[in-house]
């Protein structure tokens, strides 16, 4: 019985090694961050996946980033406001080793009187080299 049990422990503490040796964790973080290029594009320039993306998804906050040939695309939107005039501010968009990190900030109107028309749904797409192997973080 002493055996038995010896066995099951060792067979567990194996499946467990195997386990743990095909997890992989990737530190993002690691190495300095330099400043990235980037262009916003505007609607109707973007490949027409990102367009049926942007309008399944518009109305929720959504953060992703999609690859097409050499260029990534990264799609951050903030889902539906109550009203018009709210923009995207660009903070960061940077690179490490590892990641490419974005920060934005959505800026409502600053008065009032600017809160008009019907509700809105803003979002920004940002276009970049592809670089295989690299995560997109998005940090608020």
């Not at 002493?2 to 422990?9: A, E, I, N, Q």
């Not at 590892?98 to 109107?109: D, E, H, I, S």
């Amino acid at each position: 019985m002493m055996k038995k049990k010896r066995r099951g422990r060792v067979l567990l503490a194996a499946v467990i090694l195997m386990l743990l040796a095909s997890c992989r964790i990737t530190d993002v973080s690691e190495g300095e961050r330099k400043e990235l290029s980037y262009a916003i594009v505007k609607p109707g320039d973007f490949p027409p996946e990102i367009d049926q993306i942007l309008r399944r998804k518009k109305e929720s906050a959504f953060q992703m980033a999609y690859e097409s040939g050499d260029d990534l695309y990264i799609l951050r939107g903030y889902g539906k406001q109550k009203s018009g005039g709210f923009s995207i501010q660009i903070e960061e968009v940077s690179k490490s080793e590892n990641a490419v990190f974005v920060r934005t900030k959505l800026v409502g109107p600053a008065a009032k009187e600017e809160q008009k028309g019907a509700a809105s749904c803003p979002y920004v797409v940002l276009k970049t080299k592809a670089a295989a192997g690299i995560s997109v973080v998005f940090e608020d």
